[in-house]
């Protein structure tokens, strides 16, 4: 074995969700109201009691932390291929120097305006660009991580693109996974 | 993005995830995550505003070494601008649908 540090698999205490803030969006109501005609998304639930989340404590300090990226905004080089259509499970890989008139964005399911702008509302590349070169973070592990959510097999999610991603990131010898949806 | 997040972890990466959708990330139990009161699109900021991305970033990876297993914890940004008052009221619904809701991403 390597000198990875292993995943806790015994159990643990975890913590229960506090209630969502009374403001806070009911989005899974709301896209069964919205899409009414369609089958409807199952969005992933996990039973705590038979689930917990999987727990790795973080061991080093931030300004020691090679932070890998993820986003699942939809966001992609110019030069790359755009993301197709719902449930396309691929990935694009993005170098940390890249700037952002360099990107673009594909989604389905969220409004890409403001993305398009600016895509640091959703991939935050430049920003952590920022917090390694002051020194908050030990720097960017690797080429962003990016794809499209909406995906409507949580099994695909599971069994392709969830453990590729992995794979990529334990490849970065990433410190920390930071990970934004969109 | 709970699943990618579970995914990592369990191989030994330690993970922190940005969320705007409470219910949706209290479902799928990631091990860490951060939520912020912002439109769906938005979950490090606003367009135009690198400062608050990065104070947003910032924040979001200072405060993961503090958060237990399956934490959500709001990290106190709420979306002010001048122009959204209400979006609550209108995300998500025939009001205001994504743009691409017929299923094909909008692309540019």
């Known amino acids: 074995m390597g000198e990875r540090p292993r995943c806790y698999t015994v159990r643990m205490a975890w913590k229960e969700p506090s209630a969502a803030p009374p403001d806070a969006v009911r989005y899974i109501e709301r896209t069964r109201e919205l ?3 369609q089958a409807p998304y199952r969005w992933v639930h ?3 009691e038979t689930d917990p989340p999987p727990w790795t404590p973080i061991r080093r300090s931030l300004a020691s932390s090679r932070v890998a990226l993820l986003a699942s905004g939809g966001v992609h080089l110019a030069s790359q291929e755009p993301f197709h259509f719902r449930n396309d499970l691929s ?7 890249t700037e952002n008139a360099q990107l673009r964005v594909a989604h389905f399911g969220y409004d890409v305006r403001d993305a398009r702008r600016d895509p640091g509302c959703v991939f935050p590349l430049a920003a952590l660009r920022a917090l390694a070169a002051e020194g908050a973070i030990a720097g960017i592990a690797g080429p962003a991580l ?32 930071f990970l934004v949806p969109a | 993005m709970g699943l990618i997040a579970r995914c990592i972890e369990a191989a030994g990466v330690p993970t922190v995830s940005m969320s705007s959708a409470w219910d949706i990330t209290a479902a799928v139990r990631p091990p860490r995550s951060l939520y912020v009161h912002h439109p769906l699109g938005h979950q490090t900021g606003r367009p135009g505003d690198l400062p608050g991305q990065i ?4 924040a979001a990876l200072e405060a993961a070494p503090g958060l237990v297993r399956g934490e959500i914890r709001a990290l106190g940004f709420r979306w002010d601008a001048p ?10 619904t025939s009001e205001e649908a994504p743009t691409g809701a017929d299923g094909k991403p909008v692309r540019g």
């Open chain 2, 83 to 92: 122009d959204a008052a209400g979006w609550e009221a209108r995300a998500y």
């Open chain 1, 46 to 48: 996990h039973d705590p």
């Open chain 2, 55 to 58: 104070a947003l970033v910032r």
């Open chain 1, 35 to 37: 899409y009414a005609t």
């Open chain 1, 91 to 97: 990935q694009r890989e993005i170098p940390p120097d």
């Open chain 1, 146 to 177: 990016s794809f499209m959510g909406g995906i409507y097999s949580a099994r695909r999610v599971r069994d392709e693109l969830a453990p590729r991603l992995r794979d990529l990131v334990l490849r970065q010898r990433a410190d920390l996974a």
